[in-house]
């Protein structure tokens, strides 16, 4: 799927995520992630094949009531603050009133943006903007988080409190898929891992299976992407 | 989703009023109402005619400016800086948002039409004493050839880049203003050109109908019939440019 000025972006690609999983989808620059992600979430059509979220069609606009998504290097409306952007996300999920200012308050809490909510959009950092792009995906406390990059211009302390917001929303039963080339991530919080490469998939397996193999002395995540990837680029 | 098409409307409405350039636009409105004191002042018409000849000039300049910059960017901005994504990936169809954006742009136009005609009603009535009501009856109907051109405007920008939809908006301003007078290019024996202008007169709207001054000179009054006709004229080429862009938006690849 994704042919398209003969260019062939992602080309046989067959996977599925199961409830309650944090998915890892990895895969060197230009590899095809982003398309994926782009194909998920309709913005672009796949040439062939289908694509469904929580077994219906990705195409219909209601299956997004219980999608969040997180675009790479999001842009949010620069003459808006914090606060007023988030309120335009959650009132396209029917938020209002005090239902909707509780939600905004949690999400806000939970990234450490109480105060940067009151500053204009565009004079915030990267890695502010980033955290208000995971806000927004979080604001209707989604079944389902679909993350282009999300760790992309996050200090160290962003990281950790990324980290720690996927894995609070594991132990709520959430389903996360997010892309990343950064290795130590995937490997700290995944339940599985996908590697794409040229297009193409080139590994789909559970981190346990590659923690054990690392623990008996085996290869660990890093060698098996430069095999993977290495041996396809 | 009519109230998520109200909120994206409303967001819309803050974009359009926090832009430099529609605010800067505004502002050279009320410069060259202004002007019609000196050009009244340098010329032998009458004083009054010359302040409503000139003002009103102003307000079609700024409306068409204003629909043509603000339809042609409204939605390919959001789609080339990616913050579409954000809204898209809500349970919002492209359809509904697209109409959203419409809904915002019409009334920003709304009310910077209305503000400008007012301020020259106010203006002339400083000027020379009169007060001249009726140009608010030509601001309605400048409006509703605004709405027109900005269906165009938006049709454009999802089929092309910014700059040509720009530059296709101003060709529908123009020929729209010439569109009764390509009627007698239908007798040239040259093919091309009868299938040309015959193609212009059926596919562009008529914007001379929407005049100002058919409603707003000396002896002209338009008649109720006609006015309700000129609505519904209006709405029609609207819901068919935006019907198209619609069609258009839902196939369209954000890359």
Known sequence: ?233 | MTNRIFWIAANTVVELVRDRVMQGLAFVGVFLILCGRLIAEMSVVERARMITDVGAGAVFLTGVLAVLFAGTNLLDREIRERSALCILSKPVSRSAWLAGKVLGLAAVLCVLIMALTAFLVFFLWAETGIVAWKLFAGGVFLYLMLLIVMGYSVLFSTITSQFMALFFGFLVVIIGHMVDDLKIYWASKAAGAQIVTKLFYFVLPDLKLFSAWRVTGEHSIIAPVEALWLVLYCIAFLLITLVLASVILERKEFE
């Open chain 1, 1 to 233: 799927m994704g042919a398209r000025n003969r260019l062939v972006a992602v080309d046989k690609l067959n996977l599925s995520v199961n409830h309650g999983e944090i998915f890892g989808f990895l895969g060197p620059n230009g590899a095809g992630k982003t398309t994926c992600i782009k194909i998920t979430m309709g913005f672009l059509k796949a040439t062939s094949g289908q694509v469904a979220i929580l077994g219906k069609s990705n195409t219909d606009w209601r299956v997004r009531e219980r999608v969040g998504f997180l675009p790479e290097n999001p842009n949010i409306y620069p003459y808006l603050n914090g606060r007023q952007a988030l309120a335009v996300f959650g009132r396209m999920f029917s938020l209002r009133g005090a239902a909707l200012k509780k939600r905004i308050e949690d999400v806000s809490e939970q990234l450490g943006l109480d105060r940067e909510l009151r500053t204009p959009l565009g004079k915030h950092s990267k890695g502010m903007l980033q955290r208000v792009g995971l806000a927004q995906a979080l604001i209707n406390d989604p079944d389902i988080l679909i993350l282009d990059e999300p760790m992309s211009g996050l200090d160290p302390i962003g990281r950790r409190m990324f980290r720690e917001v996927i894995l609070r929303l594991k132990q709520r039963g959430k389903t996360v898929f997010f892309s990343s080339h950064i290795l130590s991530d995937i490997e700290m919080l995944c339940d599985r891992v996908g590697m794409i490469s040229r297009g193409r998939l080139v590994l789909d397996m559970p981190m346990s299976e590659i923690l054990e193999q690392r623990a008996s002395g085996g290869r660990d995540l890093e060698q098996i992407f430069m095999e993977k990837v290495g041996a396809a680029q």
